[in-house]
DNA sequence: TAGATTGTTAATCGATTAACAATC
DNA sequence: TAGATTGTTAATCGATTAACAATC
């Protein structure tokens, strides 16, 4: 379907074009050339035409792209025509407004449970949902056919529980914890380095008034 | 103190190192080579060096790098010897938590405010803060000299505030909201998108499995 | 002094941009 | 058919890696 080995740098631009054809799609918009897409998106045409192209070709000569079939397509490649099955682990600030976040549904990513391993954390609701103990994470997993971990807790019990998840198959990890997790190939990490972002911010700043 | 123009793809490393560098030195670790730290890094010790001499030399040659200093440094080019003050806008499950996270403040960035256009929200407590309303923003702002502006409400509401932030001089916006921010190149922005990294989760999931 | 390891230059690799033939 | 715009190849630019002289 596609070329395998999809530069990370292309992967991460695919969501800001799937986002801005969800914008031309609310507009009405039905077709849009590379030329102008460029222009919204402050980036060059040449650039977008080489991206869709390791894809496959999406367009039409002449015509430009379809808003509609382009959007779905590259929806596609983003995984986001299946259901995804999520676990939060760590029922702390940060874990309890990820379930609450109502977005990621509407893009096909459920939220099916929430752990934690501070006792008084367990037995609490969070949305719909009771805090279980990490102890019940295996079964759980294999009963909902759970295939990403939203990891949401400190760096120390994260890494404790790289085992287990890596004993349960999961497909993906989303990791808030602020460290790198040591996992087989087999599993997939996406890092939100929360903390590092800011540091950036603080650098653009200083460097900026100098 | 160092090169202009330090591409984003250096910049966006030098938060990691730092996050090394913190390790060693909690481990009591005294000094060490880019190869070592390379091996624990898993990047090569030719990127590291040149990655730290955009900025100077840290090192010296037969020796490696003094761990304590080089952290220090690093610190520094990021800008966390110095004090931020942030607010955050959009008092919702993400400002909320983000209100509630304590690590912030050991890098010296102080959250003091907290804003919304709900009222439902407004008066509410988060934290030790009382949650206040937009209008406010302006005054708060210059009393309390805030330089960075944390956004975390919906798309509608961060585009119709930036108008406001930019009046007042705001130094940085780090951006939750699910869009792009227009802004004049004095307000250097950072953005967090997370139903993106999810999407590149997603996508590198079933990369993987085909 | 000899060994180690940096700082830095040169070589390679990959990503971006430009150009244009293909084609709707 | 003529005009527009893609898909794709070629040229450029920048980032990574390799190599090694400088030096602690």
């Given at each position: 379907m596609h070329d395998k080995n999809i530069s990370q740098v292309v992967i991460s631009r695919l969501p800001r074009y799937f986002r801005y054809l969800g914008d031309l799609k609310d507009e009405g918009k039905e077709r849009i050339s590379s030329g102008e897409l460029s222009k919204r998106m402050n980036v060059t045409a040449s650039q977008i035409r080489q991206d869709f192209n390791h894809f496959g070709g999406f367009g039409q000569q002449g015509y430009g792209y379809n808003v509609n079939y382009l959007y779905d397509e590259i929806g596609k490649i983003l995984g986001l025509d299946k259901r995804h099955n999520l676990i939060i682990i760590g029922a702390g600030n940060l874990g309890q407004a990820l379930a609450n976040y109502m977005n990621f549904e509407r893009r096909g990513f459920y939220v099916r449970g929430i752990f934690d391993n501070k006792e008084s954390l367990i037995g609490t609701?969070?949305?719909?949902?009771?805090?279980?103990?990490?102890e019940d994470l295996k079964d759980f997993i294999k009963e909902n056919s759970i295939d990403i971990a939203v990891l949401t807790l400190p760096k120390q019990g994260a890494t404790g529980l790289i085992d287990t998840l890596v004993e349960c198959k999961i497909s993906g990890i989303w990791n808030f914890a602020h460290c790198d997790l040591d996992v087989p190939d087999s599993i997939l990490v996406e890092n939100v380095h929360l903390t590092d972002s800011l540091m950036k911010l603080s650098f653009k700043i200083h460097d900026h008034n100098e």
């Amino acid at each position: 379907m596609h070329d395998k080995n999809i530069s990370q740098v292309v992967i991460s631009r695919l969501p800001r074009y799937f986002r801005y054809l969800g914008d031309l799609k609310d507009e009405g918009k039905e077709r849009i050339s590379s030329g102008e897409l460029s222009k919204r998106m402050n980036v060059t045409a040449s650039q977008i035409r080489q991206d869709f192209n390791h894809f496959g070709g999406f367009g039409q000569q002449g015509y430009g792209y379809n808003v509609n079939y382009l959007y779905d397509e590259i929806g596609k490649i983003l995984g986001l025509d299946k259901r995804h099955n999520l676990i939060i682990i760590g029922a702390g600030n940060l874990g309890q407004a990820l379930a609450n976040y109502m977005n990621f549904e509407r893009r096909g990513f459920y939220v099916r449970g929430i752990f934690d391993n501070k006792e008084s954390l367990i037995g609490t609701k969070v949305r719909d949902m009771t805090v279980m103990p990490v102890e019940d994470l295996k079964d759980f997993i294999k009963e909902n056919s759970i295939d990403i971990a939203v990891l949401t807790l400190p760096k120390q019990g994260a890494t404790g529980l790289i085992d287990t998840l890596v004993e349960c198959k999961i497909s993906g990890i989303w990791n808030f914890a602020h460290c790198d997790l040591d996992v087989p190939d087999s599993i997939l990490v996406e890092n939100v380095h929360l903390t590092d972002s800011l540091m950036k911010l603080s650098f653009k700043i200083h460097d900026h008034n100098e």
